[in-house]
Every structure is written in structure tokens, then in C-alpha cells.
């Protein structure tokens, strides 16, 4: 009996870290329900432009029908962020700051060789829609 419970408990130690590191892996990447293709939208019924200046609205789609600035077509990946080709962002840490809101931080390079760090709040609405802000530098 005594041999039983410490192969349990070796059992336990052995199994209880590799369960948490899965965990803290899946939480180190970006929420599923911003995964996918989004172009530029319109802001939302009932919403103000005054109340949501700065933000971006963006509608879920797989090709955006008329996009003119980079923002306008984002692609979105587990671990990367797109505009239109023409950024790349490699996505560092998530952060959620409040509820329904998470901060994404990114390290981004265009085809002009600039690099930076890029920083988002998004938050998601109804109807495949997300409200993106970016986060200035203090």
C-alpha cells in the first residue's frame, strides 16, 4: 500500500507541471476569437465617433473589396499579425486588462525594413466584429 501511494504521488508531481506549462502556452498565444481575415468597418449602431475616435473597427471577412491603407485588410494567426502583406508582426505576450479586453504586443517590420513594437487593445462585438485601439507609448 505504501508503495502505491508514492508511485501516486510521483505520479502527481510528474504529471501536475507538465499540465500547468500546457496551460500557460495556450494563454501566451492569441484568443481564438481573434484568429482570421478582417477589413476595415463601420462603427456599430448606437456607438458615437466622438466616444470611439482613435479606435478601428473591423468586420470578419475573407477579402476586403476596397482597402486603400495597409490597416485596411489585417490577418490575424495564433502567433502573428498581417496588414495586408505589407506589415508583418511577430506576436510577443497577451495581456487582458479588463473584461472583454485583451492587449496584444507585437514586434513588427514592414517591406521597408522599419522595425517597432506594436501594441493593440481589442476588444470583440457581436456580429464578427472587432474594436481595435492602439496603444501609445508613455
Partial sequence: MKKLLIALATTVALVGPAHAA???IGADRIPNEFVGSWCTGSIPKGWSWE?????????RAKTCK???????HMIITRDSLQYSGLIKCKFLETTFVKRETTRL???CKSNVD????YEIEVVPLRGNKLMIEEVKNQ
Fill in 22 to 24: 500546457s496551460t500557460a
Fill in 51 to 59: 466616444t470611439w475616435e482613435g479606435s478601428v473597427f473591423y468586420d
Fill in 66 to 72: 476596397d482597402w486603400h491603407e495597409p490597416e485596411d
Fill in 105 to 107: 504586443k507585437f514586434w
Fill in 114 to 117: 522599419s522595425e517597432w513594437m
